[in-house]
């Protein structure tokens, strides 16, 4: 099975943020695969992983850092599949350190960026670039949008049966 997305981080100790976006790839039956690529321990893994990734098949990528967070950026400057950057929350900085390396990108190398540890969101983003082209995670996609509108909608209906002396709703 070729991987449409590949969820790729700086180190392992990134995979609890990561599990997210494992299992919703997963429960959209999104063929994935997940490795550890560090743009400065392992800079020839990331440029080969970078400049065959297309050819291979994936047509997103996730890719996770911590602290100075290059790791999205090398990445992107090296291949033109789009590039979600996930920064993680790993220094004294909270991950704003990660935040910016990833959103602060020269003209002509953008990574796409969601929140610090938002795993489930670089998942989601992915799942809607790969819905452009395909009808199915399209329509699994379409349904999982329809599904959280009527979470809201069932809360509400929870909401209005509680009853207090001065609520008017």
């Known amino acids: 099975m070729t991987p449409l997305v590949s969820i790729i981080m700086g180190s392992t100790s990134d995979m609890p943020v990561l599990e997210k976006a494992a299992k919703f790839l997963d429960d ?43 790791l999205p950026g090398v990445i992107a400057a090296q291949t033109t599949l789009p590039v979600i950057g996930l920064p ?11 935040l910016l390396a990833i959103v602060q990108m020269p003209p002509g190398i953008p990574v796409a ?8 969101n670089a998942a989601i983003m992915a799942v809607q670039i790969l819905a452009l082209t395909d ?12 599904d959280l509108a009527q979470k809201i909608v069932k809360a509400n209906e929870e909401l209005s049966r509680i009853s207090y002396k001065y609520k008017t709703n």
């Open 28 to 70: 959209f039956q999104i063929p994935f695969e997940i490795n550890a690529l560090s743009a400065h321990r392992t800079p020839e893994e990331v440029t080969d992983f970078a400049t065959h990734a297309k050819e291979r098949g994936v047509k997103v990528v996730i890719a996770a850092a911590g602290m100075a967070a290059h």
């Open 88 to 98: 993680i929350k790993s220094s004294a900085l909270e991950g704003v350190d990660a």
């Open 135 to 146: 009808e199915d995670i399209a329509a699994r996609f379409s349904q999982y949008k329809h």
């Open 113 to 120: 960026t969601v929140g610090i540890n938002a795993g489930l």
